[in-house]
């Protein structure tokens, strides 16, 4: 763990445990209001003091921001697929690749939703896809196509014949809403009519 | 912050902000590149018709050495290790060409691919 975190959740923790302990030393009288009341008096009165509660409650504030920054920062760190040229090296950001796999799929009307993640292995790189599929949807065929769609589309962005691994999961089979059914059942009596057109055809 | 350059009359000193303002020409006119602006101060800049930097960072280290990083996104169709390479040579190249400054490191960094839907 980074010592920043570390800091972080030390810091958190005691401004938790002095909360809690406040309001358990309130709610069992081992501090009685007129007690409270004295020290807000002073508090409230002296100028220094304010002062002071003034610069400690800014810095709490401002080290509060500093630590989410921090964590935020580290826990957005982006992960890379790098390569050296002679004259210094490309990094390429995962996250690039899988919104480009995200948008590759979304023309894909039988493909609801897919969460795409990407890592650098030895073996090569690895595409692991979490995906909701709609109903009526032939799911080796479908799989089949995405794997091959999502291989030539990295292998195309990063130019390179290294091996792509593609992995599909699919977690979820949901059935197509009832306004598609609708489309759907227009289209193929419409199809139907269309299919004789010359019914009761005479000279 | 500056790049000194000593000649028989004195020093020239170069500003980052030079160096940055080339690597941006550069990037304009690279095919299917687009410099990465993803910050807020990016985007108030590009309102406010500013030159933005925010994807070119320029460092100098100890050795007087200067290093360039990149931020770009490029368009899908683009083959990435082919346009970073040519982004690299053009990069040093222009950099070369203008301020006589030999660029130790010219990395880039791919944040988006643009189009491919």
């Keep these: ?203 | 912050m500056k790049q000194d350059q000593k000649v028989d009359y004195g020093s020239i000193q170069i500003h980052k902000k030079v160096l940055a303002d080339i690597v941006l020409s550069v990037v304009h006119e690279a095919g299917g590149i687009i410099l990465a602006s993803e910050n807020f101060i990016g985007s108030l800049l590009k309102v406010l018709r500013k030159r933005n930097h925010s994807g070119i960072i320029v460092t100098i280290d100890k050795d007087n050495e200067v290093s360039i990083e990149v931020r770009i996104c490029v368009q899908y169709g683009v083959n990435i290790p082919d346009a970073s390479r040519q982004l690299q040579d053009a990069i040093r190249d222009a950099i070369d060409r203008t301020t006589d400054i030999n660029l130790k490191d010219v990395h880039i960094n791919i944040q988006g691919i643009e189009g491919g839907a």
Excluded: C, W
């Design chain 1, 1 to 203: 763990m980074r010592v920043f975190t570390r800091l972080a959740m030390l810091f958190y923790v005691a401004i938790i445990l002095f909360i809690g302990g406040f309001i358990i030393s309130l709610a069992t009288h081992a501090i009685t209001l007129a007690e409270i009341s004295y020290y807000l008096d002073i508090a409230y009165n002296d100028l220094n003091l304010r002062f002071v509660i003034v610069v400690v409650s800014a810095a709490i504030m401002f080290l509060s921001l500093l630590f989410a920054r921090i964590i935020t920062g580290s826990q957005q760190k982006e992960k890379t697929i790098a390569f050296d040229n002679p004259s210094g090296r490309v990094s390429i950001s995962l996250s690039a690749l899988e919104d480009m796999i995200k948008r590759s799929v979304s023309g894909i009307s039988e493909v609801k939703e897919i969460k795409p993640s990407i890592l650098a292995t030895k073996k090569g790189i690895e595409v692991t896809s979490r995906l909701i599929l709609k109903s009526d949807v032939s799911i080796p065929d479908m799989t089949a196509q995405l794997q091959e769609l999502i291989k030539t589309r990295v292998q195309d962005v990063l130019g390179i014949e290294e091996n792509v691994i593609i992995k599909i999961h699919v977690t979820k089979i949901v059935s197509s809403s009832g306004k598609e059914k609708n489309r759907k059942n227009d289209e193929a009596e419409e199809k139907e009519e269309l299919s004789v057109p010359f019914q009761g055809y005479r000279k």
